[in-house]
Nanobody
Framework: EVQLQASGGGLVQPGASLSLSCAAS????????IMWFRQAPGKEREGVSC????????WYADSVKGRFTASRDNAKNTVYLRMNSVKPEDTAVYYC?????????????????WGQGTLVTVSS
């Protein structure tokens, strides 16, 4: 059985840092492209960051570029999202999702597996 276990969310103050994890079981993450999505209250789910299986390259949404860093630890079969200088607008449920493709498609329905989501709240 494939499972993606997202964790690390919580309440943080603006300007602080937070790291999210997505631990996989039942599959080898190295074969997959991995996207972090987020869904803010009342808004559509959006892609935030991608690690491509083709070359390990990364992509970031403009709203998080320069503040968020995605990484992968193949030995632990886990991906991470380091969130620095967080803003109130980063408040959302964050999901990890994987797809057996060389890059991360924008279409959410093509992703093979999803984590359960972890809530990040940025507030003073």
């Amino acid at each position: 059985e494939v499972q993606l276990q997202a964790s690390g969310g919580g309440l943080v103050q603006p300007g602080a840092s937070l790291s999210l994890s997505c631990a996989a079981s039942g599959l080898i993450l190295d074969y997959y492209s991995i996207m972090w999505f987020r869904q803010a209250p009342g808004k559509e789910r959006e892609g935030v960051s991608c690690i491509k299986s083709s070359d390990g390259g990364t992509w970031y949404a403009d709203s998080v570029k320069g503040r968020f860093t995605a990484s992968r630890d193949n030995a632990k079969n886990t991906v991470y999202l380091r969130m620095n200088s967080v803003k109130p607008e980063d408040t959302a449920v964050y999901y990890c999702a994987v797809v057996l493709e060389p890059v991360c498609p924008a279409t959410m329905t093509v992703y093979d597996f999803w984590g359960q989501g972890t809530l990040v709240t940025v507030s003073s």
